[in-house]
């Protein structure tokens, strides 16, 4: 079945406007052609009723939206068990190279089962595309008082120093703060989080809509006194 989603992009409108801004905004060795992603979803959703998951093990896309392709039809395939889906999920994240083929597959993937919160938990250990994959997933689906301080605890167990993980981590104390602040802040003090992890976090959120002058300026300070400890200046 090789090239089968191409084909079912065939006949898919290519916008010559959409593509170039594909090329200002996603920086991936894929070529773009300007398929926009309302296309995409509509592909998937059928192939994900026509195919099984073994036919995308393997499958090399030749072009961005074909991969994103792939992603969505793992995403949307009818599957009773999340399990069904981890090989499938592997292989997406082994050839994807993108922020936002990745973020589109986490953000459509529902599941809120144990077994795929174990599964991203175990997978946040990683670095790459994998390590970004499993925080930026657990921030999407799993950020819940029932949750949340499993995942902080895994965030000493992390491979600070990738860049995508050191971003994906930052999102998601930023994205906790408002509701978890004083698990965020535990973490910020005592979690082995790098310079930049530190930095980033702190400048997300002072920016978050609505925080307070107080709290902006309590982080600074926590900010300074965890740099200072860590010899970080």
Known sequence: MSGFIADSLKDAIREPKYKKYQQKITCSKYPKQGIRMVHLRA????????????DLIGYKPSFLEELTTLGLIIAYYPADDIREKFEA??????????????????STIKDRSDYYFEYLMEMMKESGWR???AITSLLWLFL???HIHTIFDGLYSVSYGD????MAVSWLLSKAYEEFKDE?????????????VLKTTFVKIRDIVGISQQEKDRMEEILK???CKKGMF
């Open 43 to 54: 592909c998937a959703k059928q192939l994900a009723q026509e195919i099984q998951l073994s």
């Open 89 to 106: 999920i592997d292989y997406f994240i082994s050839i994807n190279d993108n922020w936002s083929t990745s973020d589109t597959i986490i």
């Open 131 to 133: 390590g970004r994959f």
């Open 144 to 146: 819940d008082k029932e």
């Open 163 to 166: 860049y995508y993980v050191d």
């Open 184 to 196: 965020v802040e535990e973490v910020f003090e005592n979690a082995p989080l790098n310079k930049f």
């Open 225 to 227: 006194d965890v740099l």
